[in-house]
């Protein structure tokens, strides 16, 4: 149990910083985090794993923290729930029971797409902020659609983005130009997107990288 006296002593000082630098009813939540988590690493020493067993256990135990299924999804009925009908173009929505993050959408011509709420997460280049996105999903999803089985990930597709304000008379609103510039697969490997859009009184759509950057370089003149 070394390693266990090591991981106790180690929460023992995370918990003292706590109390330190946090009012009480602050620090009891974190330090009840601590305990739990000291909890399961006392479980998995107990266990008597190896280097590599333990390291398989973590990858298991992380998948199911992040409502990750184990084994692959099949696209059969039992593993589908009605949610609701789009009142745009009657294209029915169900969730998945395995995987509270997918769904199935079914349109009125029997058509079938997948969507993950968890597939794709959006970064700012400027500042690294993170968001999900309805559009870079489907950019994503152009590309990489989800097919059956399906079995996630164990990071998402992250795209990065960058927008800006037009100043002109005929601009919408705040942040109405919005670029998709590159993606980094969840293998690591760095795409290129370069998608450019602009917001108008129907929504967004989409211009040339010419148009966006002629339109940022007369913003960023007129700002200063």
């Not at 256990?57 to 992380?62: P, S």
Request: with cysteine; net charge negative; aromatic share 14%.
């Amino acid at each position: 149990m070394r390693m266990y006296e090591w991981a106790r002593r180690e929460i023992e000082i995370a918990k003292n910083i706590e109390r330190v630098d946090n009012q009480e009813d602050e620090w009891d939540y974190g330090c009840a985090c601590y305990d739990s988590a000291l909890k399961a690493f006392k479980s998995l020493c107990e266990d008597n794993h190896s280097g590599m067993s333990i390291a398989f256990t973590k990858n298991i135990l992380n998948r199911l923290i992040d409502g990750k299924c184990l084994t692959p999804i099949e696209d059969t009925s039992d593993v589908w729930e009605y949610s609701y009908t789009k009142d745009l173009d009657g294209t029915k929505v169900y969730q998945n029971n395995r995987m509270s993050s997918l769904f199935k959408e079914i349109d009125k011509d029997n058509n079938i797409k997948y969507t993950d709420n968890d597939y794709v997460i959006c970064t700012d280049v400027k500042n690294n902020t993170c968001w999900h996105d309805f559009k870079a999903n489907n950019l994503v999803y152009e590309k990489y659609p989800i097919t059956m089985p399906y079995l996630p990930h164990n990071k998402p597709y992250k795209v990065y983005t960058e927008d800006f304000y037009y100043l002109h008379p005929n601009a919408i609103g705040e942040f109405d130009h919005k670029a998709y510039l590159y993606m980094i697969t969840p293998e690591g490997k760095q795409e290129n997107i370069d998608r450019y859009f602009t917001e108008t009184k129907d929504g967004f759509i989409e211009i040339s990288k010419e148009q966006y950057m002629q339109r940022k370089e007369e913003t960023f003149n007129e700002k200063h």
